[in-house]
């Protein structure tokens, strides 16, 4: 079964570091890009940033540019999303994604979000 | 920056009837466009991508159609279970971005 599987809940206090993970299982992980989004309480979903783990080729969206890492270890099938100083504002649901592909026609390429974590929740409050 | 806007923001409607939800992007996108169904405190789950294409297990009473900067979503014979919000979600560029999403209620 293709499978995303994210850490758990997370609490921390403004200014601390945290990483949180999106294990993969059942599928090549380094063949597909992983995406990773925040849902703010009550609001929408934002897309932060993807990454290919075959060579961990990364783009950010101009939005969380500078303000979060994102990586993977293709040794353990694992992505994640990292912070070096937590604000009350990162507060949120994190999700990781498989991005999928499919080329219907030459040259036309489709990618799509396939497969979701059940999503870690971050808390930030001193 | 892309641009999208879904409307209405909500919706109620009762079950049996037809809604409809559209996403304009303030760019063309030909068919780049993909439709993402969230039920509360669940994963977002995949409904339509390359804007009319249904994924598979997906029923066939939702369906997708646009192209350009002007796309739909509609459900036919709304069911309890599709009470959720509805998010556009456009592949044309790199960056991704998602419209504002729509709830969708039911009477």
């Known amino acids: 079964e293709v499978e995303l599987v994210q850490s758990g809940a997370e609490v921390r206090k403004p200014g601390e570091s945290l990483k949180i993970s999106c294990k993969a299982s059942g599928y090549d992980f380094t063949k597909y890009w992983i995406a990773w989004l925040r849902q703010m309480p009550g609001k929408g979903l934002e897309w932060m940033g993807i990454?290919?783990?075959?060579?961990?080729?990364?783009r950010y969206s101009p939005s969380f540019q500078g303000q979060v890492t994102i990586s993977a270890d293709k040794s353990f099938d694992t992505a994640y999303l990292q912070w070096r100083s937590l604000k009350a504002s990162d507060t949120a649901i994190y999700y990781c994604?498989?991005?999928?592909?499919?080329?219907?026609?030459?040259?036309?390429?489709?990618?799509?979000?396939?497969?979701w974590g059940k999503g870690t929740t971050v808390t930030v409050s001193s | 920056d892309m641009q999208m806007t879904q409307s209405p923001s909500s919706l109620s409607a009762s079950i049996g009837d037809r809604v409809t939800i559209t996403c304009q992007t303030s760019?063309?996108?030909?068919?780049?466009l993909n439709w993402y169904q969230q039920t509360p405190g669940k994963a977002p789950k995949l409904l339509i991508y390359a804007a009319s294409t249904l994924q598979s297990g997906v029923p066939s009473r939702f369906s997708g159609r646009g192209s350009g900067t002007y796309f739909t979503l509609t459900i036919t014979r709304l069911q309890p279970e599709d009470s959720a919000t509805y998010y556009c979600q456009q592949s044309y560029i790199s960056t991704r971005t998602f419209g504002q999403g729509t709830k969708v209620e039911i009477k």
């Open positions: 990454i290919y783990p075959d060579d961990s080729d990364v």
């Open positions: 994604a498989r991005e999928s592909v499919v080329e219907p026609t030459p040259q036309s390429y489709y990618y799509f979000m396939d497969v």
């Open positions: 760019q063309d996108i030909n068919n780049y």
